[in-house]
């Protein structure tokens, strides 16, 4: 199932599903960028219960978990560390470097969630350029079937430093993916990626969970193209 909203706060409507999900408990993945950030500012707000859930993450940069580029950091100043009830996190050790940070997450889904992990819940942002986690276009990663977390050792965007991202078999594996989305720079790439004819050179029109549901939030912009 794929639904559309156009809304005007995707974030207010992500973060009432999030806080939501974490409340049952279960494991979800939690992804960077800035319209992601909105909804977890309002998640620590509500201060839901997230103590019987496990958090893990869609994407890293290298670099360590205080840099300032760090989806670990972001969220972890923006909601994890806020909450009364804190989950269990896992995150991607992007100080490691590309090799060994891919390397040892995928380890670590493996153990915890076996070799076809099925998330409750992931939340994905879209890039300008089409990309979610850090799958971009072009890329080899793309068509990663074997490693639940690859390395990237070139990102197709700013900040320009290798990272890890959780593979297709991983995101379409979920009982949920909630994309969210705001502003006019991202209308074409929701276009190519939900519109009639998905292009498949836009990553994000690879993201169809294959038995679960797919929930697309975005602001009218971000919808101007659709
Ligand atoms: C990253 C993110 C990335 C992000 C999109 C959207 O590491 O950069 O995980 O996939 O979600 O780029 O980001 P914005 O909301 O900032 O546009």
Redo the contacts with the bound molecule.
Sequence with gaps: MTQISVVEDPGAAVEERLSAVAQEGGHLVL???????SAYALAAERDADWSRATVWF????CVPPDDENS?FGMADRALLSRLSRPPRVMRIQGELGFEAAAGAYDALLREHLGPRPRFDFIL?????DG????LFPGKPELEETARLAAPVPIAG?DPQVP?VTLTFPVLNGAREVDV????QD?AQAIALAFGDSPDPEAPASRVRPEDGSLLVFLDEPAASAL
Aim: proline fraction near 7%.
């Design positions: 992804t960077g960028g800035s319209t992601p950030r869609s994407d890293e940069r989806n994905l942002g879209v890039g300008p990309h979610v986690a850090s965007l990272r969210l989305v705001a502003g991202k």
